[in-house]
């Protein structure tokens, strides 16, 4: 009884704390003007209220922003999943630029999932935005913006327009300021002429049409909008959001006022009582003509000596932007240099968007060379220490000097401050890693595409290994390092580990390096490096057998030639369109390949010709569980270094590591 009497008070007050909440919710609100104490208004940033009762947004500061909010929520839907319901909200505003004809950036009517922006920009993105967030459809930013400011990147029509903007600083629709008399005709208004203006903003929940209406201060709303969209805000808007206002400053300032507001869900926005509004001081229509000799005399110096030091700052700071680095020993290999100026434009500044991958050595940028318009990949290799420099360079250029189809040429480097760029030819069809793991089944690779890379690769091997006139070994075969290029060619890349030495001797190293879950055994042993290590084509992560066991890939594959299904091992996403006979071939020749025992691995001629059916595999009953096993315990010594938790590189930088 007396548990039960405690359930109920307890249902009682979660009951009264909901009921408490829901009459805390308001469908409307108006202020003419905002006097102090400020009920229920919270600012933030540099907004103010003057002593008139005036809401100032901004001042006379570059680069700051100004918010204020309502900070109650309003309810917008009936419930989460409705929608949007009707609302309408009308203020008058203000701009009073520093200068007659210039103001920085414009002020918007926004509403939000909070009462704060703290995370957003000033200058063009007028508070509401980052550069990481602008665009962004988890942003639910519903914004009437009052832009001043012409930016080419936001698609700006002028420097004097209102945008309706969803999400995103690129309005949805917008419009040069002004608004429709009782005649038809189109009158200017300019936002930074320090008048008072009026703005109404109204949303159909049923029609889903938003019009933005302008007029001047004391002037009756006209009956057609200046903008008009149909949008659904539904999908924009939570259930309660927060309405305010934001405004921001860039380089050119500007002071952001409001003078009254009122808001309602469900109905018109209360009318606004002009007569009850604070007082405000416009700017005069024209300045005394008095001040132009002093313009003439004191403006004008100061504002040309001004920009003569913009000028010399600017100069001297586009030098150490492009400023690169050049060493005597570099001489020789001038001809493989390349400017990081053009480098630079070529990836548009190495902007995001232009971001191919990342990995453990650096990022690499897709670019378009200004001059030839060729594509390139640009790859910037972190040098946080000088140790082996020279020789990483002088390695990477006389790899350079290789010319063969079925790698990936490199056309240059460049260097500058702490890193190095490496510079690609651009492959269209990216790596092919993205076509075997983690991937929508339409874009999985048809046989006849993987058997040309797989054909490809060893022929790139083969050359690395006894056709050049030095013998390269690559030490990070993967699939992320096979690129296809337009024709889906396989091509070897990435030589930020290759190692050169003669024919008929091994490279001097004892470093281990390459990628965890691709490491051939016996270099993981003894961190020698060989070719064999090269011909070693396991991808070491352990995958998921029928029982649900966990087990090593190779035994996996082993098990089904073992059992005499060998072709029960193939990729699941291949389709039906194959040889039967040739990946048959290639999944015991993958065997044989992975052999824990170097010696027993073929070599790259002997690979190709398996692949051209000019010779016949050995027996694989020579290919015992014995050496299976062997592996299984080798990659088991490293589990506990990282061996199956993903791609990742040994080596931060092979600069920093040396070589």
Known sequence: MFVNLLTIVFFISILSQLLKSNSQLVD???????????????????????????????????????????????????????????????????????????????????????????????????????PMTNGNKTNHIFAVELDTILNNECN??????????????????????????????????????????????????????????????????????????????????????????????????????????????????????FQSLPKFRELPHKRSSRITPLFIQVVIPIVSISLLIFLVRFILRRRRKFAEELEDWETESRTNRLKFKDLYYATKGFKDKNLLGSGGFGSVYKGVMPKTKKEIAVKRVSNQSRQGLKEFVSEIMTIGRMSHRNLVPLLGYCRRKKELLLVYDYMPNGSLDKYLYNIPEEVTLQWKHRSKVIKG??????????????????????????????????????????????????????HVAGTWGYLAPDHMRTGKATTATDVFCVRGASTRSCSGEWVLLVDWVFGFW??????????????????????????????????????????????????????????????????????????????????????????????????
């Not at 309502?70 to 319901?85: A, E, G, H, L």
């Not at 060998?566 to 996403?573: E, V």
């Open 457 to 510: 690769v060893a022929s790139a091997l083969f050359y690395l290994h006894e056709d050049w006139e030095q013998v390269v070994v690559h030490r990070d075969i993967k699939a992320s390092n096979v690129l296809l290029d337009a024709d889906h060619n396989g091509r070897l890349g990435d030589f930020g580990l290759a190692r050169l030495c003669g024919h008929g001797t091994d490279p001097l190293t004892t």
């Open 28 to 130: 409307n609100f108006t202020y003419n003007g905002f006097h102090r104490p400020l009920n229920l208004i919270s600012l933030q940033g540099k907004a103010t209220v003057t002593p008139s009762g005036v809401l100032k947004l901004t001042r006379t500061t570059m680069h700051i922003t100004g918010h204020a909010f309502y900070n109650q929520p309003i309810r917008f839907k009936d419930s989460p999943n409705d929608t949007v319901s009707s609302f309408s909200t009308t203020f008058i505003f203000a701009i009073n630029p520093q200068t007659p004809t210039l103001s920085g950036d414009g002020v918007a009517f926004v509403i939000a999932p909070t009462s704060s922006l703290p995370l957003a920009n000033s200058g063009e993105y007028l508070g509401l935005f980052n």
């Open 562 to 659: 073992s059992e005499g299904n060998i072709l029960g091992a193939k990729d699941p996403n291949l389709g039906t369109e194959y040889d039967q006979r040739e990946v048959e071939m290639v999944l015991k020749l993958g065997l044989l390949c992975s052999h824990s025992n170097p010696h027993a691995r073929p070599t790259m001629r002997q690979v190709l010709h398996y692949l051209s059916r000019d010779a016949v595999l050995p027996d694989m009953s020579r290919f015992d569980l014995h050496g299976s096993e062997m592996m299984l315990e080798t990659y088991h010594g490293f589990s506990e270094v990282g061996m199956f938790t993903g791609e990742s590189s040994l080596a931060d930088s092979v600069l920093s590591n040396g070589r």
């Open 156 to 273: 700006d029509t002028d420097d004097n327009h209102v945008g309706i903007d969803i999400n995103n600083l690129t309005s949805v629709k917008s419009s040069p300021a002004g608004y429709w008399d009782e005649t038809g005709h189109f009158k200017d208004l300019t936002l930074i002429s320090g008048k008072r203006m009026q703005i109404w903003v109204d949303y159909d929940g049923l029609t889903h049409q938003i019009d933005v209406t302008m007029a001047p201060f004391n002037h009756a709303k006209p009956i057609k909008p200046l903008v008009s969209t149909v949008r659904d805000l539904s999908p924009i808007l939570l259930q309660d959001m927060f309405v305010g206002f934001s405004a921001s400053t860039g380089s050119v300032v500007s002071q952001h006022f409001v003078l009254g507001w009122s808001f309602r869900v469900k109905g018109k926005a209360p009318p606004l009582a």
